[in-house]
Structure formats: structure tokens, C-alpha cells
């Protein structure tokens, strides 16, 4: 957000999620270890901690909400709102900067959920040493499995085990067991039940893919 588009008798700023559904499937909470190792070094600590404040308050409200921008500040330690220019106030312009906020307007700002992984222009603003792990932890995501994959997976056999007689609770334990992510694993286990209670896999066990 530029200091010229925040008015100055501004006092809250309505918040809402900026929705991106590929970003929002691959990317990174800004409360995750990948945003506090490498995107701190790009947004600065100021910009991260209120990324880190607004994905809380939108898992909170879903909807939107509206951002007391002198509390925030405070519990921050930005001090009060200030001026156009205070650290609050370039914190904010610097999530529109670095493309993780958007405006929709002079008092609405829309806020991404999860940030992307750098792009090859910031990994090369990052110290060597974040470079190199950086490059090491992109080498190790090609190693594994798509999410697309993954979720693919575990709701193929989450169904199988509905249809074998299994609950939805120790079919989600199982997963867990198969090393699924808790939460893909209550994922799979909910739509497998859904279409498991509905017959959707269909007679002759012939089942129908995720």
C-alpha cells in the first residue's frame, strides 16, 4: 500500500483474503518455517510479524475483518499508527510491494493466506548461506510427491478402507499411520465418507477415482 492511499484520518482497514487457488493449495502459511526463513529476509520483520497477524485473523474470520490499525501497530512494537511514513505504515505498502496484499480500495486491502515460494530474482537477494539452503530445499521438494498426488492417494485409499467395513475415525488413523499429514489424512477420511454414505463408488466394486 503506497503512504499516499491511506488516508490520514484512516483508523481501521477493512481486511479480506485475496483468493488464489493455486497459491492457496502450494503455498506457505506466513506462520510456516519456510516464510520465517526466507520470505523474512525479503519482507523484513516488521512486514512478516503483521503477515503473521493478519492469517490469524482471517482464519479467525474467514469473511473479513476490519484492522484497528493503532492496535495493531502498538502490539506490534511499531508504536502508534503514525503518520504516512511510520513503520507501520510502510510495513503495509511493503505486503502490496512484495505482492502478498492487493488493494481493493482505499480502506479494503486484500491479503493473500499463504505466500508463494521465491521467485528466482528474491532468492538471489537472500545471504549465501540462505541460497544454499534454499536450493537444498527446493532439490528435496522434487523428490516428493505432488500435493495432487498425494491427496489423490489418500482418498482412493481412504475410500477402500470405508468400503471394507472401517470407520471414518480408524480410517484417518491409518492414513496417519501410511504417513499422510494429519490434516490430508482427515481430509481424504471426510470426502471418502461422503461418497462412501452417498454409493457413489458405484456396484460390482467398481469404485470412482478422487
Known amino acids: 500500500m ?16 485475496w483468493t488464489d487457488p493455486v497459491i492457496d493449495a502450494l503455498g506457505h502459511d506466513p506462520r510456516s518455517h519456510y516464510v520465517e526463513t526466507y520470505w523474512l529476509s525479503i519482507l523484513g520483520p516488521s512486514t512478516t510479524w503483521l503477515m503473521r497477524r493478519v492469517a490469524a485473523g482471517l482464519e479467525a ?35 502490496v510491494q512484495f505482492e502478498v496484499a492487493q488493494e ?26 540462505l541460497q544454499a539452503q534454499h536450493q537444498a530445499w527446493q532439490e528435496g521438494q522434487l523428490r516428493r510427491p505432488s500435493a495432487e498426488h498425494l491427496r489423490r492417494r ?16 480408524t480410517t484417518e488413523r491409518q492414513l496417519m499411520r501410511w504417513s499422510f499429514h494429519p490434516a490430508l489424512a482427515r481430509e481424504a477420511a471426510a470426502w471418502a465418507w461422503e461418497r462412501h454414505r452417498g454409493g457413489q ?10
Open 2 to 17: 503506497s503512504p499516499l492511499s491511506l488516508s490520514p484520518a484512516a483508523t481501521t482497514v477493512r481486511i479480506v483474503a
Open 61 to 95: 474470520a474467514p469473511d473479513g475483518y476490519d484492522l484497528d490499525l493503532a492496535e495493531t501497530a502498538r502490539s506490534l512494537g511499531l508504536g502508534d499508527r503514525g503518520g504516512r511514513h511510520s513503520p507501520f505504515v510502510r510495513a503495509l505498502g511493503r505486503c
Open 104 to 129: 481493493r480500495g482505499p480502506l479494503e486491502l486484500a491479503v493473500r493466506r499463504r505466500l508463494p515460494p521465491l521467485n528466482r530474482r528474491q532468492v538471489l537477494h537472500l545471504s549465501p548461506t
Open 154 to 169: 489418500s482418498r482412493q485409499l481412504a475410500l477402500s478402507l470405508l468400503e471394507l467395513g472401517e470407520d471414518v475415525e
Open 201 to 210: 463408488p458405484g456396484s460390482g466394486g467398481r469404485r470412482i477415482t478422487a
